[in-house]
């Protein structure tokens, strides 16, 4: 399989179209393991988790999310809609990725297949270890 990369130079940050083009070419990209529960999977870019979010959450900062994935028929977590949309969502979160992207130093896609993996990973109930293998994976250039 031929690799395709994105390759995108900055003067300024990349912007919530920036890094949605960036999300849509790594789909095509994920661990096969991963590809079977993609079908429909649709990608949100948001600047930060809301207050609302924040809070469903539990969490001390909306710095500390990256990514969320919602299922079809989830509006929030834990509350299930009573007519299902069938476009599960993954929202990657540009802020907490660019700081992500500063403190790392590392390739900009390169951080976003990751926190897909981790994301999806978590969600469809891979283990740790299966989610580290997958990751690892990809940084052997093994796509």
């Known amino acids: 399989m031929s690799q395709q990369r994105i390759i995108m130079n900055f003067t300024a940050p990349p912007s919530a179209d920036d890094l949605a083009v960036i999300a849509e070419a790594v789909i095509d990209t994920l661990p096969e393991e991963l590809m079977e529960f993609c079908d429909s999977l649709a990608i949100q870019i948001e600047e930060l988790a809301d207050e609302s979010l924040e809070n469903d959450l ?8 990256v990514a969320l ?14 007519v299902a949309n069938d476009e599960d969502l993954l929202i990657l979160f540009r802020r907490p990725l660019l700081d992500l992207w500063c403190e790392t130093c590392d390739e900009l896609n390169d951080i976003v297949r990751q926190v897909m993996i981790e994301e999806l990973g978590q969600n469809f109930d891979f283990s740790e270890d299966e ?3 997958m990751t690892r994976r990809h940084y052997q250039g093994m796509l």
């Open 69 to 82: 994935y919602r299922s079809g028929g989830q509006i929030a977590p834990g509350v299930e809609k009573k």
């Open 58 to 65: 539990d969490l001390e900062d909306a710095f500390d999310l």
């Open 131 to 133: 989610i580290d293998e």
